[in-house]
């Protein structure tokens, strides 16, 4: 029975570096790294070379913007440790593949972004993420951005994102057996 270790906080926290920390101390070269951000931009392709650049080179790389609990299913194997990065993004691919973009997903979603079967399909998600996690022999450790501290978005579209993420970190924590959130880079075991 694997263990799930849930990594929270703000932008630019070191979420990111505490949990590869975390997986390079559980599974040294045995971690399998799984990232959900699609870079469709010159910035994001930045973050991501970032991020792939300060892990080790040894770490095998999976890519998976959605169903993330079937694509480590198919390839995880036996590894020590599973790093997930993140259910920020995760959580947005499900919630725009459905609602935008179309023109500006802000002023016009092709959906309502509160409707309950979007709600439905990311709590689905991430209960199948959370099984993944019980059924591996190793850890699994998943980051995501705590973005209800902050100011309320002025569009729909971003009220019902913070919404969603809030309820999935939740749910995800429920299943944890350790939870931790950063503030500033210092860690805080929270559960």
Request: with cysteine; aromatic share 6%.
């Amino acid at each position: 029975m694997g263990r799930l270790i849930l990594v929270l906080g703000g932008v630019r926290s070191c979420k990111s570096t505490f949990a590869e920390d975390k997986a390079r101390k559980i599974g040294g070269d045995d971690v399998l790294y799984v990232a959900t951000a699609q870079a469709e931009d010159d910035e994001m392709h930045l973050r991501v070379e970032k991020h792939r650049s300060s892990r080790p080179h040894s770490w095998p790389t999976l890519e998976a913007p959605q169903d993330v609990g079937s694509a480590i299913r198919q390839v995880a194997g036996e590894v020590q440790a599973i790093l997930v990065d993140c259910l920020t993004f995760l959580v947005a691919n499900r919630l725009l593949a459905v609602s935008g973009p179309e023109e500006d997903p802000f002023d016009h979603p092709r959906s309502d972004p509160f409707d309950e079967t979007i709600e439905a399909k990311v709590l689905e998600e991430v209960e199948a993420l959370a099984s993944c996690a019980q059924e591996i022999n190793g850890s699994m450790i998943v980051v995501s951005n705590e973005v209800g501290m902050g100011v309320v978005p002025a569009y729909d579209l971003g009220r019902a994102y913070r919404d969603l993420l809030g309820r999935a970190n939740q749910q995800l924590a429920d299943h944890a057996d350790e939870v931790y959130f950063l503030v500033a880079g210092i860690p805080m075991r929270v559960k």
